[in-house]
């Protein structure tokens, strides 16, 4: 690690020269809330979207991270956010189209001198996945994590200011809340995805509620109960009305997406993880949702930005 420190120094000055002349011109705006979708898509390479990762900006500064599907890294740099000023990575499930930028994300951090801990949020893990705290570990420790050239960035004993701070979060159908600090709460349930590992997110944070489905198949309460009264829901939009079998087990149809938001009364819904099975599907979706679900809906694109009004 330490023949690295050179290039690091080398390439700050710059980074910071970079992030001074693209990030007020490409972040969401400089005053208050808005979420940001770095990836819209699926695990498709074919429907030419990065998966899935939302920030969220307040005062033009990207505090919070959800996902990281591959592609969001390079959605990252485009959008002008900074690694070093984010206060929390959130992780809905360890699916490769939620968590493959995660390392690339975490090595740019470094090169930008983040000189405090990262606080990592996930689900705990079973036989099919890893847990949040077991993901971070194998990809950075010593002896054997995949990147273990980087293991300052989590491995006790090191003297590095910044460090990675895994945690599992073993949510039910109750909002549990994770995480506190002087701009924001954020609170988890527990969703259905298979039988995989899988959360919910809200963030409330200057008085709004940001809430994120990540990917469920809809039963059960807790996500009705954590997107209750919220000023944005970003749902996923992976299968069309209708799908059956494997599909239908891991996703939620917009019929199921329309009867949470109506009955969590959502003032705005945004529509996210959008796969070659629902592009071009957007009039039916709506068609569905409309008959549960009255409020403003939107289908995200790639670094879209939604201010929270």
Known sequence: MNSLKPLKRALLAALALHISLTAAAQSCGTKGVAVQVLGSGGPEMQDKRASSSYLIWKDGRALVIVDAGGGSALRFGESGAQMAQLDVFLFSHFHIDHSGD??????????????????????????????????????????????????????????????????????????????????MTISAVRV?????????????????????????????????????????????????????????????????????????????????HRMLRTLGKEAQTESEIRRHYSGPIAFADDLECFPVK
């Not at 590992?197 to 509620?209: C, E, N, T, Y």
């Not at 009264?229 to 149809?253: K, Q, S, Y």
């Open 102 to 183: 995660f390392p690339a994300l975490i090595f740019s951090s470094w090169f930008e001198d983040r000189s405090r801990p990262l606080p990592v949020y996930g689900p705990p893990g079973n036989e099919y996945m890893p847990s949040t705290t077991e993901f971070v570990h194998d990809l950075f420790s010593d002896p054997h994590g995949a990147w273990r050239y980087l293991s300052e960035l989590v491995d006790s004993g090191n003297d590095s200011s910044y460090k990675l701070q895994p945690h599992n979060v073993d949510a039910a159908s109750t909002p549990v809340t994770v995480f506190h600090n002087a701009d």
């Open 192 to 272: 259905i995805h298979g039988v995989f590992p899988a959360l919910a997110w809200r963030v409330d944070i200057a008085g709004k509620r940001i809430v994120f489905s990540g990917d469920t198949n809809g039963e059960g309460d807790g996500l009705a109960k954590l997107a209750s009264d919220a000023d944005i829901f970003v749902a996923h939009n992976a299968v069309p009305e209708g799908a059956t079998g494997v599909e239908r087990r891991l996703h939620m149809p917009p019929s199921v997406i329309g009867t949470i938001a109506g009955n969590a009364h959502v003032k705005q819904l945004v529509l996210s």
